[in-house]
């Protein structure tokens, strides 16, 4: 009797132990408020038109957003909007602030909830492999019926065939009307050699043939404007790690601006015809890491490259104290009024060997693409939602952060003379005014902390506005050229004989567009993702030594050492794949120009 | 009819059954993710959506000559940082013994608070008060730059000198007071009686130290020691995570670091990585084991 009990016992407790841990892992994860028993039944019971819906409950929505770089309640005059159209406020969930790269995804799926509306890259099988784990929603029969979202059969058709469904999971983001050859960014490309154009005009404007000839100029600029504003120590080159991926982020830059980007280890042309390995000693990755070697040696490197991260960089620049940039946006956070009007700022220099790579408008989207949880609250709800951001104010509206939309009419711009104008609020805004307040029947708060965190394009801004026929994003609209008038811009303008840096660019056959296509790169197997890893941890290891070498012969062994030791890893057999998916990349690319024509 | 009582085994089992469950829930539980070396295993997929591929990961891990030299490189740091550790384990007896010798008793309880904080403060902050003391613009560098000792920044934090040792000091500092904590009270266990005996014998302080409180705290010492010595592999990864970066990676990648960066710091290689760590757990118990022989042998004491 005794041993029996003791045995009940420990059966019991055992029990009860895998009872108590099978409960801890079906609870999803939170959600503010409970979600009613609709999940199961995707189809809407409800056809009416999202104007005439009335959303009796007040809800807090999750946003699942890999690309959103703010996380928590969308607050201010974007809050409000969306809460007097949908009666919901949104948690945004963002990866990029919780840190931790994929953790955040993964410990997510694995509770079986991402969020009630997810935003995700579709590429490397992500979006197949969501959708197989039952994570997103059908949301075919909402999207039919929807206003917008239906009027892009084209680009949903796109992610049905990747997802191998005929079923609508996601819609892709930046979907556009324009031809695959039209560059998708506006005036100015992604890339480019970003000067303080006002140091580069004291120096009596050198010629510049290529990348090298930067140094001396830099190095002069440095010796002559050795401080910044706050009279800190400038240097004319700052870097940072933050976005180092399979290679040294930073240094693929220049290849980017004589045409190439990357495709795994690969650096690709814009026409998909030239194929380089990055680790190869001729690639232009290396020619990168030998340029900032070069400068680290001329002592014009900031030494807190290695360890500061973007934020403090991005101080740096505001004070002025980094003199070369990258990309037209990370040099012009000094582009302020007050400083354009004193002639002072970056603008692009004329390096006459670049030929800029720039991503064409894509009929199908962008690899990003927005999606509705598979236990999402009120689905229908979700898909007016989405169906909004598509919509011409939903662009205006929730794009101005990052990409340049013009922002609500009446407030930021209004139509004078059958035309779009920046209104004098317009004008403070876009130009970073940290204190514009809002007025008060948008909420009040500051413009920019009520700014739209979404950080989701879903049209692309070039395209053309049917409210206002100009393109949603400000900086193409005439009026807003011509009021291009401070002293920075005139000097640019009449130095460079151009009235726009894409002007500027056509004018000498210096940008190449990579044809928007929608091909999208299939999973890598698990082997070659594990010997990825491997590698890149050697790769961006070693070229920040490399850029930070002592001397020539430890840039060469480090080079050497490099190359051997992934080779070693099997960084051939990830390169073949990364070589085959360019292959793909440039027959889509074709195809896609063919279909244009 | 007798009323039944309960017999006092299985008393003594209800008691410790808490234990055992926490022990199953923490130790033992866990251990079915072990599954996962032996699958394709990709996030967001549920492992029975992935395909179950054997012993692929371990063959891989040892595939060819320079995966083999990677995995030799981190065991030899792992090695290193451990042996470190172990070596400086003297230091905390030491301290413990000197400190017990303070006389003055608001001194005493100064220095052990003051030792034994840096034990609380995690590492992350630990490397944010190394960041700004130690960095190109920190405070020990521009203090040098301006007293005109030195021309450019030295490079404390991103350089591959010494690296090894920096940990270890790192670790000391950190963890001093707090390892001197468990000595102290050993102190207290010894018999007052032998103090007094050898002082009729003429002993010295140092004499007293040597011949009575030393001895007595050595079955604690053998212990930890052999806690420590199982715990080889294990040297955490906390501490090397916020210290690594490009430049001393080469010394500072130990093997939990290691599997961390192949996993969770990468993208979706927890396969290989499980496996990885699945040979750790394989050569951490062997090593238990055989310490625990030895002590057996030599001392004629067993801790398992």
Known sequence: MKKNGLRVLSLVLVLTMILGLGACGSQPASNPTPTPSNSSNTT?????TPA????????????FNSQANYQGIQSGWFGKVIKDRFNMEINIIAPNVAGGGDTLFQTRSAAGFLGDIVTLGAENGRLADTVKAGLLMDITDMVVKSQYLSKYPQATDMLKNLIGSDRIYAIPSQVSSLSPLTPSEGNDLTYGPYLRWDYYMALGAPRIRTLEDLLPILKEMQD???????GKKAYAISLFKDWDGNMMCLAKQPACMYGYDEIGFALVSADGKTVQSIIDSDSEYIRSLR?????NQLGILDPDSPTQNWDTLAAKYADGAVHWSPWPWQGQIYNTVEHKAEGKGFMIAPMEDMKIFSYGCNPTGNKYCIAVGSKAQDPQRMVDFIDWLYSPEGVMMSCAQTTGSCGPEGLTWEMKDGRPVLTEFGVKAFSGDQTLMMPESWGGGTYKDGISQLNYQAVSTMEINPLNNAPYNYSLWPSYLESN????????????????TLDYLSQHNAYTVAPGNSYIPEAAPAEIDTLRNQCREIIKANSWKMVFAANDAEFEALLKDMQDTVKGLGYDEVFAFDVKIAENTRKAREEAIANAK | ??????SPGFKLFLLISPFMLLVFILSYFPLYGWAYAFFDYRPPLKLSQCDFVGLKWFEMLFRNPTQVKQLLKVMRNTFAMSGLGLLVSGLPIMFAIFLNEIKAPWYKKFVQTFTTLPNFISWVLVYSFAFSLFSNSGMVNNLAINLGLIDTPIKFLESDNHTWLKMCLWGVWKGLGWSAIMYLAAITGIDQELYEAARVDGAGRFRLMWHITLPGLLPTFSVLILLSVANFLSNGLDQYYVFQNAFNREHIQVLDLYVYNISVGGQNSYSPATALSILKSIISVTLLFVVNRLSKVTRGETIV
Request: charged share 35%.
């Open chain 1, 44 to 48: 809407p019971s409800d056809t009416s």
């Open chain 1, 52 to 63: 005439d819906k009335a959303y009796d409950k007040f809800i807090t929505i999750d946003m």
């Open chain 1, 224 to 230: 002559k404007y050795p401080t910044s504003d706050s």
């Open chain 1, 291 to 295: 340029f900032f070697y070069e400068a």
């Open chain 1, 485 to 500: 008038t401070t002293p920075l811009d005139k000097s640019w303008k009449e130095f460079m004989k151009a009235e726009t």
């Open chain 2, 1 to 6: 009819m007798p009323k039944k009582r309960i």
